[in-house]
């Protein structure tokens, strides 16, 4: 949980209520709002790739999360999971990649 004092500090930096955990942590990361659900699909193959969850990859590439998108700093869930040594999601993606 956020300390108030941590609120206090966000609110009066003018940080949205949405990163203020981030915030709190020493960094802001804008989350935009109005993300299409397309980028939703493809931020979420990202995350779960981030953390090792083959079965949340597996079935949000069959929703149409796309392998190849690339976000704001230039990376793909694959990068992702290579970073992280998850042998078994990089596999998986390198053969939807090549679909």
Do not use: C
């Not at 966000?10 to 804008?30: D, M």
């Not at 597996?58 to 976000?71: C, I, T, V, Y």
């Not at 230039?74 to 390198?94: N, S």
């Amino acid at each position: 949980m956020i300390a108030m004092r941590e609120v206090k500090k966000s609110k009066a930096r003018g940080i949205r209520p949405e990163t203020q955990v981030l915030a709190s942590l020493g960094r802001e990361i804008p989350l935009k709002e109005d993300l299409s659900p397309q980028e939703k699909l493809n931020r979420g193959l990202i995350t779960a790739a981030n953390s090792g969850m083959l079965s949340k990859v597996e079935e949000l590439r069959k929703q149409g999360a796309d392998p190849h998108w690339k976000n704001s700093l230039g990376m793909r869930a694959i990068d992702y999971a290579e970073v992280q040594q998850f042998y078994r999601v990089v596999d998986f993606l390198k053969k939807e990649m090549e679909k």
